[in-house]
């Protein structure tokens, strides 16, 4: 069984950063295609970002330029470094990891940009 474990979120001014981890405890990291999706209270949730094994990135129109997604696979881990936050990024951020057709989510971690 593939647990995912996110961390890092909290409260931030407008303008500022987070850094979000998601630590896998399944073996062959390496093979997944991993993402962060959010949801926030009212709207449609957000795939908003997602890497590939060979690591090809992709990012949402409301995200690229400011989020950079990241892995390293010797740490079974994988980050959203988040850069230039808005309010409308305010939402809980769920990490996934998909492989042979099976996906895995975390528990989610809050991120609320407010001054």
């Known amino acids: 069984q593939v647990q995912l474990v996110e961390s890092g979120g909290g409260l931030v001014q407008p303008g500022g950063s987070l850094r979000l981890s998601c630590v896998s405890s399944g073996r062959f990291f390496n093979r997944y295609t991993m993402g962060w999706y959010r949801q926030a209270p009212g709207k449609a949730g957000e795939l908003v970002a997602t890497m590939t094994s060979d690591g090809t990135k992709q990012y949402s129109d409301s995200v690229r330029g400011r989020f950079t997604i990241s892995r390293d696979d010797a740490k079974n881990t994988m980050y959203l470094e988040m850069n230039n936050l808005k309010p409308e990024d305010t939402a809980d951020y769920y990490c996934?990891?998909?492989?042979?057709?099976?996906?895995?989510w975390g528990q989610g971690t809050q991120v609320t940009v407010s001054s």
């Open positions: 996934q990891g998909v492989i042979l057709g099976k996906d895995y």
